[in-house]
């Protein structure tokens, strides 16, 4: 499926706004020492924005990253375990750095090989992260 140039241009629009708005998040998260748990789950409401569009456009890796994303932060918001939360503050760091790389992708869709293996390792660092220091929290996603 072809998908238009406008919409894919709006959609890297909304990934370089989305960005701005996360990088305020983490350093709030920051700020208050990673004591503030609704901080968490704002940016998995954040970042939720850019996995609806991607799932709908079908852009999987981008979908499939930004669920993982999502999911993990929901959990941690719901956890009181600062070492669980550390590593997620680094995941979110990360995912600004991706997030800029995914925008190249959405308009060069053949480089996604590119930055997929990172994709993958990301998505296999929540999945450790909900093992590990989640494990008891089953709710992955914001009431």
Not at 51 to 63: R, V
Request: glycine share 4%; net charge neutral.
């Amino acid at each position: 499926m072809k998908i238009d140039k406008e919409i894919l241009d709006d959609f890297v629009a909304e990934i370089k706004i989305i960005e701005k708005e996360l990088k305020v998040i983490i350093d709030q998260i920051i700020q208050t020492k990673m004591e503030d748990a609704t901080l968490f789950q704002k940016f998995g409401q954040v970042i939720d924005r850019i996995y609806g569009t991607a799932a709908t456009l079908g852009f999987k890796e981008i979908t499939d990253y930004t669920r993982c994303l999502k999911s993990i932060c929901y959990m941690s918001g719901q956890s009181p375990n600062m070492k669980g939360r550390e590593k997620v503050v680094r995941m979110m760091v990360n995912s600004l750095k991706y997030l800029n790389d995914l925008t190249l992708v959405i308009e060069k869709p053949e480089e996604i090989d590119k930055i997929k293996i990172l994709l993958n390792q990301e998505i296999g660092r929540a999945s450790l992260l909900e093992k590990k220091e989640f494990f008891g929290i089953t709710k992955k996603s914001c009431d």
